[in-house]
């Protein structure tokens, strides 16, 4: 079975930085892309980053492009966002998901068939 961990979420000054890591496990070979989710208390769950799992491109939501960068280290079945000039806007909960069949879009929710726990992330003023 697919496992997601998130990892590195915390309370960060507005400007400030930090590292958010997703550990994961399964059968890599069936992965097209993982990709990152963020939720804040009474709003949908939006799509925050995604890259596939063989690289290429990335994905960005227009929120936070400039800021924010997805990579993935596949020795260590580890993907991470790194989240520069943080906002209060950016407090929520991020997930990180696997797309395990092919789903076509990046930024749907309903593409992605395995979630994380999330991690708390919260941006002071």
């Known amino acids: 079975q697919v496992q997601l961990v998130e990892s590195g979420g915390g309370l960060v000054q507005a400007g400030g930085s930090l590292r958010l890591s997703c550990a994961a496990s399964g059968r890599i070979f069936s992965w097209y892309k993982i990709g990152w989710f963020r939720q804040a208390p009474g709003k949908e769950r939006e799509f925050v980053a995604a890259v596939p799992w063989s690289g290429g491109i990335t994905y960005y939501a227009d929120s936070v492009k400039g800021r924010f960068t997805i990579s993935r280290d596949n020795a260590k079945n580890t993907v991470y966002l790194q989240m520069n000039s943080l906002k209060p806007e950016d407090t929520a909960i991020y997930y990180c998901?696997?797309?395990?069949?092919?789903?076509?879009?990046?930024?749907?929710?309903?593409?992605?068939?395995?979630w994380g726990q999330g991690t708390q992330v919260t941006v002071s003023p």
């Open positions: 998901a696997v797309d395990h069949d092919g789903g076509p879009s990046y930024a749907s929710t309903r593409s992605y068939n395995y």
